[in-house]
């Protein structure tokens, strides 16, 4: 059984601090790494994707890939209230569109002032 | 771009009636489509992959004769709650993929079956 599991939180950091979101998947096939974030009663917004071991910086947003520890990470530099929500890991197990995405249950997060 | 409409957002209805949500790729064509389902504090679980002009390939534990998925053109997928009942209230979500690996979310539909 594919699995995605991440820390349910809430994770509470400071406004300005670094918050690390972590995820683990237990497919070893897996190619396709994704973060989405989502606020209360809304759809999931894509905040990055990662593809290859490493790391991929967006803005404020760092994406840390570890296929060989199976491990995916997600840091927010300087967090800010408004990036309080609940950050989901998605791990997809093909490339283009054959692909389906297995989620995480989601780590909330909380920047608080 | 790549812009998903999800109708409608919100919806309530009795026990045992049917409920049609209808998901809408506006600006690219769809061939293929995913529906989700989310309970509270819970995680997205797929519920069906639906194809353009041929049936949906529904995850194991979905039963198909209750959620009635149709892609009838690369630009719409409806799913249908027929004989609704308390237990199928969640938060329906569609999704998209366009040429690439990305996918698109509808707002999502929640469904409370009274």
């Known amino acids: 059984q594919k699995e995605v599991e991440q820390n349910s939180g809430p994770l509470s950091v400071p406004e300005g601090a670094i918050a690390s979101l972590n995820c683990t998947y237990s497919?070893?096939?897996?190619?396709?790494f994704f973060w989405y974030r989502q606020y209360s009663g809304k759809s999931p917004e894509l905040i990055m994707s990662?593809?290859?071991?490493g790391d991929k910086e967006d803005g404020r947003f760092t994406a840390q890939l570890n296929k060989a520890s199976q491990y995916v990470s997600l840091l927010i530099r300087d967090s800010q209230p408004s990036d309080s929500a609940t950050y989901l890991c998605?791990?997809?197990?093909?490339?283009?569109?054959?692909?389906?995405?297995?989620f995480g249950t989601g780590t909330r997060l909380q920047v608080t002032l | 771009g790549a812009v998903v409409s999800q109708h409608p957002s919100r919806v309530i209805c009795k026990s045992g009636t049917s409920v049609k949500i209808e998901c809408r790729s506006l600006?690219?064509?769809?061939?293929?489509m995913f529906w989700y389902r989310q309970f509270p504090k819970k995680s997205l679980m797929l519920m069906a992959t639906?194809?353009?002009?041929?049936?949906?390939?529904?995850e194991q534990g979905v039963e198909k004769d209750k959620f009635l998925i149709n892609h009838a053109s690369l630009t719409l997928s409806t799913l249908t709650v027929t004989s609704a009942h308390p237990e199928d209230s969640s938060f329906y979500i569609c999704?998209?993929?366009?040429?690439?690996?990305?996918?698109?979310f509808g707002n999502g539909t929640r469904l409370t079956v009274t």
């Open positions: 999704s998209a993929r366009d040429l690439g690996p990305r996918l698109h």
């Open positions: 497919d070893r096939v897996s190619q396709s």
């Open positions: 990662i593809y290859s071991n």
């Open positions: 998605a791990v997809a197990t093909a490339t283009g569109t054959a692909s389906k995405l297995t």
């Open positions: 600006d690219f064509q769809a061939t293929t």
């Open positions: 639906s194809n353009e002009g041929s049936k949906a390939t529904y």
